[in-house]
């Protein structure tokens, strides 16, 4: 149990256009979902916190304008980055977070590899 | 603030041998401690955790990690490493005034050979 997926798994876009990464918990529901990007050789780094319903809380330093979070229901959080640059390539990697489970039990998608062009 | 450092980017064993990935923290809190292991395509998934509980954890896969508070240490280990056992492993913290955000550590890829 406790699957989250994301799609797509990979994605390449030109410079300038957006692009739309879905992650999906899909046998429960998730009330807050997670989102991190990991550059290449560094570590996770979270991106913002959305809580379905609700604006996402993003971490300082993130540009919620360029990086748009939906979470409109308790199975589906989108990330959508907009007008993309190359700088923007990047590992996307969400988690979910199940109602009545301790705050840090989160459970992570494959991620999603962004090759801005 | 919360931080952790994991000493070695790479770890290179024979099958068989003993594992040992090393992690240091730093917390103002009571800090609750992750092992998250990472295969290619694949989801992180909780290998053990430390909740203030039993400083030995043991975990999934004959993994265990030891907490040390007077070491800030939180190190991982196995006795006898396996093939499969192949990946990147990250050190995690939570805890503190942002309830529920993780801290990850720089991860460790650790090669298993033959």
């Known amino acids: 149990g406790a699957v989250v997926s994301q799609h797509p798994s990979r994605v390449i876009c030109k410079s300038g256009t957006s692009v739309k990464i879905e992650c999906r918990s899909l046998?429960?529901?998730?009330?807050?979902m997670f989102w991190y990007r990991q550059f290449p050789k560094q570590s996770l780094m979270l991106m913002a916190t959305?809580?379905?319903?609700?604006?996402?809380?993003?971490e300082q330093g993130v540009e919620k304008d360029k990086f748009l979070i939906n979470h409109a229901s308790l199975t589906l959080s989108t990330l959508t980055v907009t007008s993309a640059h190359p700088e923007d390539s990047s590992f996307y990697i969400c988690?979910?977070?199940?109602?009545?489970?301790?705050?840090?039990?989160?459970?992570f998608g494959p991620g999603t590899r962004l090759t801005v062009t | 603030a919360q931080s952790v450092t994991q000493l070695d980017s790479h770890v290179s064993v024979s099958e068989g041998t003993p594992v040992l990935l090393r992690c240091n923290y730093s917390?103002?809190?009571?800090?609750?401690l992750f092992w998250y292991v990472q295969h290619p395509n694949k989801g992180l998934q909780l290998l053990l955790k430390y909740t203030s509980a039993a400083t030995l954890v043991k975990g999934i896969n004959g993994f265990e990690a030891e907490f040390k508070k007077s070491e800030t240490s939180f190190h991982l280990t196995k006795p006898s490493a396996h093939m499969s056992d192949a990946a990147e492993y990250f050190c995690?913290?939570?805890?503190?005034?942002?309830?529920?955000?993780?801290?990850f550590g720089q991860g460790t890829i650790l090669t298993v050979h033959p």
């Open positions: 917390s103002s809190y009571s800090p609750s």
């Open positions: 995690v913290v939570a805890g503190g005034t942002s309830y529920g955000k993780l801290t």
């Open positions: 988690s979910a977070r199940a109602p009545g489970r301790e705050a840090y039990e989160q459970y």
């Open positions: 046998d429960f529901q998730a009330t807050t």
């Open positions: 959305s809580n379905e319903g609700s604006k996402a809380t993003y």
